[in-house]
């Protein structure tokens, strides 16, 4: 499925059928067939209506992107993009290509995608939409596979040959050749490119070949295919990946067949449904945040304080008890322990923050929620002064690089920080304020 028409836009971004829409800044005009599939998926099963809100407009009928980034196919060959709402606050391409690389770095952190290169350097060069990024990272994953060699496999097979090879088949001889006996019913093995991952590689290449708009990814997908041309498709992905044989040797299969799991089994963590199973390639932006400064921080906290540990999830306080059991479970993103005790309580906010407006524009229920952390998660010993820090992280951005201290008014003395987190393809790093308590 080939593009016809491409659509950039960021997070809570809208499109419309709307002939208005292209007067308006913030609205992208898809065609009518488009713009029905994609309301069609809004209005129906509840994984979908994830993705998209109907919502009204200076009196235009619009649908929001939510909080995921990627892309989007139509059955018309319309694809949106949508990408990180951090590349907001620069210029328009500035912008694209720094939201971009970001999602990119972050995704690393992600189950499933941790062979992600962030070659942001070439992706800005190349202004290469997400999904051609994704598709060129495949295909030279597999280049590199060639030039190293494809791994070949005995296989088995039996044939009615004019002479003998292998072994006999007696059973099939007397029941086939009873009358030519001049032919010969043979098992034998033959050292073929025919392995389960090879036919893995071959079935993923047909795919994106279909897929990529690039000169440049078209040719080496065309000259990729005819190398695995005598390697028969996998008809079962499932069967064949619990077939594939890891170890020595097969250590430059890794990158490829990772790429395949994700090719083959529908691109992305969330797809859309519905009748026309229009391809999609789409990320929840709070859940890759989170992970990707999870990871961040385990690393940080692993050279600077082994001491320390980091929980993520973490679980077992309520806010409130009914009938002897807790209601309402209070489940922090990050939780740093020592020795069993609870040092810090960390939870990630994807949201956009400008630390010039009053009160950082920060969410009254988002202090709640951390109040309540504090409360339950951060119990002060009597022979401590104060209490632990609560700290919220956001992500950096132009009007947000120092973290802001808000003290709660509370007898235990527990500190609330909001810090920014710098998202960078060399290195990242959390901007803590250096008075917090590990």
Not at 65 to 81: C, M, S
Not at 307 to 313: N, P
Not at 365 to 381: C, E, G, I, P, T
Request: proline residues 3%.
């Amino acid at each position: 499925m080939k593009a016809k028409k491409e659509i950039t836009l960021f997070e809570f971004g809208f499109v419309a059928k709307d002939d208005r829409a292209e007067a308006h800044s913030r609205v992208q005009k898809v065609s009518a067939s488009s713009y029905d599939y994609l309301k069609r998926m809004c209005l129906g099963d509840e994984s979908d209506r994830k993705l998209l809100k109907l919502r009204s407009l200076d009196g235009m009928e619009v649908l929001q992107v939510q909080n995921y980034a990627g892309v989007i196919f139509t059955p018309d060959k319309t694809q949106i993009e949508v990408l990180p709402k951090i590349g907001k606050s620069t210029n328009e391409e500035e912008g694209e290509d720094q939201a971009r690389a970001s999602l990119l770095t972050m995704l690393r952190a992600l189950k499933g995608f941790s062979h992600i290169q962030t070659a942001s350097a070439n992706i800005t060069h190349q202004k290469m939409p997400l999904l051609e990024v994704f598709i060129g990272q495949f295909l030279h994953s597999v280049n590199t596979l060639v030039k190293r060699g494809l791994r070949s496999d005995y296989v088995r097979r039996e044939d009615n040959l004019a002479y003998l090879k292998g072994k006999l088949n007696v059973g099939k001889q007397l029941r086939h050749n009873f009358i030519n006996k001049h032919k010969f019913y043979c098992e034998y093995d033959e050292f073929l490119l025919d392995r389960p991952a090879n036919r893995l590689i071959h079935s993923a290449l047909l795919n994106v070949k279909s897929l990529a708009r690039s000169a440049a990814n078209q040719k080496l997908a065309q000259e990729l295919a005819f190398v695995f041309h005598e390697v028969p498709k996998s008809h079962d992905h499932k069967s064949d990946f619990s077939k594939v044989k890891s170890g020595r040797g097969m250590n430059h299969y890794d990158v490829p067949l990772q790429w395949c799991q994700l090719i083959l089994n529908g691109y992305s963590p969330q797809t859309m449904k519905g009748e026309h199973h229009a391809i999609s390639l789409l990320f929840p932006m709070e859940k890759v945040f989170e992970d990707y400064v999870a990871k961040i921080i385990k690393a940080e906290l692993a050279q600077s304080h082994p001491t320390l540990q980091l929980e993520t999830q973490a679980t077992g306080e309520h806010l409130a008890r009914y009938q002897q059991k807790g209601k309402f479970s209070l489940r922090p993103d990050l939780l740093i322990k020592h020795d069993k005790r609870n040092v810090a309580v960390l939870d990630t906010k994807w949201k956009l923050l400008d630390s010039k407006i009053s009160n950082a524009n920060l969410s009254q229920s988002d202090v709640y929620q951390m109040f309540a952390y504090a409360k339950k998660y951060l119990k002060r010993n009597a022979d401590e002064q104060h209490g632990n820090d609560v700290v919220l992280i956001y992500p950096m951005q132009a009007n947000f690089t120092q973290a802001l201290p808000i003290f709660f008014d509370l007898d235990d003395g527990h500190k609330l920080w909001i810090t920014p987190f710098e998202i960078n393809s060399d290195k990242s790093k959390w901007h803590k304020p250096e008075t917090l308590a590990f």
